[in-house]
């Protein structure tokens, strides 16, 4: 049963324009969320967080919202750059337990 | 944030054979996690190491397959065995950083091709 969904796999955006990558869970006890970015035969690289009690939490280019009551978080990033070409997986977990994973959107950035 | 260095980054294995991933961080560190990438597909945990315990291994993963070992808080071993095309995968380690969060850091992973 997959906990975290991402229900897009792939996405394209024009250079300058903004990536929104949406992600969905089914369990209301998380409490903490995350997005990774992972380049293609490397590991994921931690990218921003968000706890339950916020709803938005930004840093630089990029910015998470949390909805609660749509069990929906998003990741913004503007303006979208080709280098943040790359596979964006979302995470979820409860007290920092263990880590559930969304199943990644690619994002393609066109120059 | 924690710096995770896992050896090899890469290798092509016969099959039939078992190939140990060794994770080393740069702090002391509760838990550590092992999870595996298939072309395709999402990150799966394969198992939770704690130091001084036996590791959980989650559903569809066993310890005769993958046996890990945990001796201090600072270093862990996957051992992938008996190898087979299925078992090509990225491998990695991660750590979680209760001082961040609990954010987890992942290592840079270990490319196993079985042939």
């Known amino acids: 049963d997959q906990q975290v969904k991402q229900n897009s796999p792939s996405l394209s955006v024009q250079e300058g324009r903004i990536s929104i990558l949406n992600c969905d869970y089914t369990?209301?006890?998380?409490?903490?969320f995350l997005w990774y970015k992972k380049y293609p035969a490397e590991g994921p690289t931690f990218l921003i967080s968000?706890?339950?009690?916020?709803d938005k939490n930004e840093d630089g280019r990029f910015t998470v919202f949390l909805n609660k009551s749509a069990k929906h978080l998003s990741l913004h990033i503007v303006p979208s750059q080709p280098g943040d070409s790359a596979v964006y997986f979302c995470?979820?977990?409860?007290?920092?337990?263990?880590?559930?994973f969304g199943t990644g959107t690619s994002l393609t950035v066109i120059p | 944030s924690a710096v995770i260095s896992q050896k090899p980054s890469r290798d092509i294995c016969q099959r039939g054979t078992s190939l140990t991933i060794q994770c080393q961080v740069d702090s002391q560190v509760t838990m550590m996690f092992w999870y595996r990438q298939q072309p395709g597909q999402s990150l799966t945990l394969i198992a939770t190491a704690n130091q001084g315990s036996e590791a959980t291994y989650e559903s569809g993963f066993v310890i005769d397959k993958f046996p890990i070992s945990r001796p201090n808080l600072t270093f862990s071993t996957l051992t992938v065995s008996n190898m087979s095309p299925e078992d090509s995968s990225i491998y990695l380690c991660?750590?979680?950083?209760?001082?961040?969060?609990?954010?987890?850091?992942f290592g840079e992973g270990s490319w196993l091709t079985v042939v």
């Open positions: 991660s750590v979680e950083d209760g001082t961040a969060g609990n954010t987890i850091y």
């Open positions: 968000i706890s339950s009690i916020k």
């Open positions: 369990n209301s006890m998380f409490d903490y």
């Open positions: 995470a979820a977990s409860v007290n920092g337990n263990q880590f559930y």
